[in-house]
């Protein structure tokens, strides 16, 4: 089981690292080929329509054809994805091509990385459901969250070591660590789902007990996109910073978040005694302590701590609703639930970007405000729901 769970932890992982390790790098990347900050919205976002597309097809597809299968194909995709864009990269970087040709590669290459990203999220998230009971349901969902933890610190750090070799160096990075995870996985994981011959029933959002579960992911990711969005503009204009001084502020108090959510998911992996809806109500109440203190007190030290408050609600929140979703759904579809709380994920790096770029320009605390009323609704909600059953896979499959 120990290296089953090295594995599920590792797969994610590197599909969270090749999804920011960009990300840093970017910018400059895209200024050196001559390009526009449109070009680069429209490439990153091009990616992120595409996974919020494929999750639930990848979902559905470790349901028939197993968790091993896709999670293997994912790698492999990912790996020929990040070639040709890093190819793309440097042939435009060498003058190579340019133009229309140049800015059209990049983004079916950046769609290409998207689509085949989710696969191993989602199906990761449906073997760890295949191999925990109920009980040990949630330790599992929050070893997936740690691992989302972990990819989104040392993601972009990565990048950053890496950039002082050359800015494309991240890309070479994030085309050898697919590879890397691919070997892992075929090694070490056995093959637990076995094929269905008849196929199970499809998963549908509003199918009972999931709808809370999606709308929870959707706020929770809306919420730390946003931060990562607007957060550097916000307090450089609440405490009058240069910008060497906001790199290094919002640097910290990511940091801190990221390593708040890790430890809170680490002790919720060693002593899982809050349920999946308990998990909600408490994340998304600290959350909302965090977003006040972010609205509300205007100093350095105030925003650290509501950077970790952040981390831990999040860290809370994520295997609340993984694990809620997981519940509420058979062992069949397992898969196809893992894909609707990916695609929930692709979405929300849709939106949040363009809606809290554009709120902002209205007022600077509008994408704060709103991201707070947004978790107050979630936690209303908990406290209005909290004494009702959890729906478990027993209770449906009887």
Known sequence: MARIRFSVFFSVFVSMVALMIIAPVMPPLIRELGLSEVHSGIIISLGSVAMAVMAPVWGRLSDLKGRKPVILMGFIGMFISYVIFTATMYAGLRGGIGGGLLLGLLIAARAMVGMFIPAVPSSAQAYMA??????????????????????????????????????????????????????????????????????????????????LNLMAGMITMLSIITLQVVGGFYFQDQLALTTQETARMVSIGLMLTGFAMILTQGIQMKSSKLHPKQLLLVGSLLLLCSIALFLFINSLLSYYIAFSLFGVGTGLLMPGFMTGASLAVSSEQQGG????????????????????????????????????????????????VLNKPTISNSAIEK
């Open 130 to 211: 295949d191999v925990t009971d109920e009980k040990g349901r949630s330790s599992g969902m929050a070893l997936i969250g740690a691992a989302n933890g972990l990819g989104l610190v040392l993601g972009p750090a990565i990048a950053a070591v890496f950039a002082f070799i050359g800015l494309i160096w991240p890309l070479y990075i994030g085309a050898l660590l697919p590879i890397i995870a691919f070997f892992v996985v075929l090694m070490l994981v056995p093959t637990h789902k076995q094929l269905n011959h008849i196929k199970p029933p499809k998963v549908s959002p509003f199918q009972r007990g999931i709808p």
């Open 337 to 384: 639930v893992a894909g609707l709380i990916a695609a929930v994920q692709g979405i929300s790096a849709v939106i949040a970007p363009i809606l809290s770029t554009m709120l902002y320009r209205l007022d600077k605390h509008v994408p704060f405000a709103i991201m707070g009323v947004l978790v107050l609704i979630l936690s209303i909600t908990m406290v209005t």
